[in-house]
Nanobody, 120 residues
Framework: QVQLVESGGDLVQPGGSLRLSCATSGFTFSHYAMSWYRQAPGKERELVARISMLSASTNYAESVKGRFTISRDNSKNTVYLRMNSLKPEDTAVYYC?????????????WGQGTQVTVSS
C-alpha cells in the first residue's frame, strides 16, 4: 500500500522557519521524483518544489526561490522541505507527491497534507 505522510506543519511568525517531512512507504522511493505542492484557501494547488530521484535536479516556484530548500534521504524514504524567511502568503496546506518522471506526466500518489500558518 502506497503511503505518503506529511508532518511538521505549524503556526509560525513571519520571518520564522519550518521543516516539513514526508515519510513514504509501499513503493521504491529512489525510483520516484518527489514534489511539494501547496494550496491556500480559495486558490488552486501550486507546485512549490521538485527533486529528482537521486537529488541531481531541483526546481522551485519563483515565489520561494532562495527561501525554501527541498531535499531527500533515499535511505529513509523521506523528502523534506526546509522553509526559511516565511511570509504570511506562504500560509497553505502543503502536500507531498511522487511521480515516475521529472517533467511531464502526472503525480502518481499524494499525501494528505500538513497545515502551515504564518501569522503574528
Amino acid at each position: 500500500q502506497v503511503q505518503l505522510v506529511e508532518s511538521g506543519g505549524d503556526l509560525v511568525q513571519p520571518g520564522g522557519s519550518l521543516r516539513l517531512s514526508c515519510a513514504t512507504s509501499g513503493f521504491t522511493f529512489s525510483h520516484y521524483a518527489m514534489s511539494w505542492y501547496r494550496q491556500a484557501p480559495g486558490k488552486e494547488r501550486e507546485l512549490v518544489a521538485r527533486i529528482s530521484m537521486l537529488s541531481a535536479s531541483t526546481n522551485y516556484a519563483e515565489s520561494v526561490k532562495g527561501r525554501f530548500t527541498i531535499s531527500r534521504d533515499n535511505s529513509k524514504n523521506t523528502v523534506y522541505l526546509r522553509m526559511n524567511s516565511l511570509k504570511p502568503e506562504d500560509t497553505a496546506v502543503y502536500y507531498c507527491a511522487a511521480r515516475t518522471t521529472y517533467w511531464g506526466g502526472e503525480e502518481s500518489a499524494w499525501g494528505q497534507g500538513t497545515q502551515v500558518t504564518v501569522s503574528s
